[in-house]
């Protein structure tokens, strides 16, 4: 069954992106959750939420909230960042373990926005920016370093998030990393909007790779805004304050194609609504209210 969640980047939780201090507390994003009719939430940064298993469960299990994952960045593409990736990854699925049982996973998320040649073309990445022979081998032993160490201290599965501003941006990029890592410890979160923003159809996507994918992000995309992108010297991190991930329905995801992708790939993980959000571009409660509404929409 196809159980629909959100996550604090929707408040302006957001790694590797410069804001202010979050405006609420975690409590309050979890009241807010609640009352739009979300069932599940993702950790967010670490710290954003107690990371005290005896503080966190009660504050979930009053609100009727499962915890279903969190990002961990990990600079992927430089080998002297894995250890770090790995005890960041471990350290957050010791918790995620002792909140959620063995139901959540790690998102191994690249580092996004660390390489100028790729933050700054987001949207518009060419084949000639791809990752040489070198740089997938060093990559992709990051992320098996991680899922194995995840694995094995706590049993949990690790996901990778495709994203903007990463060396997995692309449909080919995304093609290349699961030809290229073990489908038996590393699966994908597949994520709407970043699929849009790499070039790609996101139907097409979802039943290109269903086997390996075993979460889901809904996010919507503006590619009048990436038109734009060149003449105003946009890259990634711009092109979010301009709202090129706006609420669902306002940009171009076809999410009925889409919730009909789901179906046909027999999916019955989570949908997790992403709708990337700074101080003042909203008030975050009443976006997360009219996204969950258009999800009842087209029938979740």
């Known amino acids: 069954m196809i159980r629909v969640a959100n996550a604090p980047c929707s408040w302006g939780v957001i790694e590797n992106t410069e804001t202010e201090s979050a405006p609420k507390t975690y409590l309050d994003v979890l009241d807010e959750m609640a009352a739009a009719g979300y069932v599940g939430t993702e950790l967010g940064d670490w710290g954003f939420m107690s ?8 504050q979930l299990e009053a609100r009727n909230m499962a915890m279903i994952g969190s990002w961990v960045s990990v600079r992927l593409y430089d080998a002297d960042y894995h250890q770090a990736g790995v005890e960041a990854a471990v350290r957050t699925a010791k918790l995620l373990a002792a909140v959620g049982g063995q139901d959540p996973f790690i998102i191994i998320g690249d580092d996004h926005s660390t ?15 791809m990752l040489d022979d070198a740089g997938w081998a060093e990559y992709t032993a990051g992320a098996m370093k991680v899922a194995e160490a995840v694995k094995k201290e706590t049993g949990l599965r690790s996901l990778v998030h495709h994203h903007g501003a990463t060396y997995v941006e692309t449909g080919a990029e995304i093609d290349k990393f699961l030809s290229l890592t073990d489908p038996d410890l590393i699966g994908i979160v597949f994520d709407t909007g970043h699929c849009m923003l790499g070039q790609a159809d996101p139907a097409e996507m979802l039943r290109k790779h269903a086997s390996r994918i075993q979460h889901v992000h809904f996010k919507d995309f503006r590619p009048d805004l990436v038109a734009q992108a060149d003449a105003n010297n946009w890259g990634y991190q711009e092109l979010i304050a301009q709202g090129v991930f706006p609420e669902l329905g306002k940009g171009a995801v076809d999410f009925p194609a889409i919730y009909a992708a789901l179906q046909d790939i027999n ?8 709708q990337d959000m700074l101080p003042g571009m909203g008030d975050p409660a009443a976006s997360a209210k ?11």
């Open 267 to 274: 999916y019955d993980g989570w949908i997790v609504v992403e």
């Open 51 to 58: 990371t005290d298993p005896k503080v966190l469960i009660p």
């Open 115 to 129: 390489v100028p040649s790729r933050h700054d073309v987001s949207g518009r990445v060419t084949p000639d920016l």
């Open 290 to 300: 009219r996204n969950r509404d258009y999800i009842r929409s087209i029938g979740l």
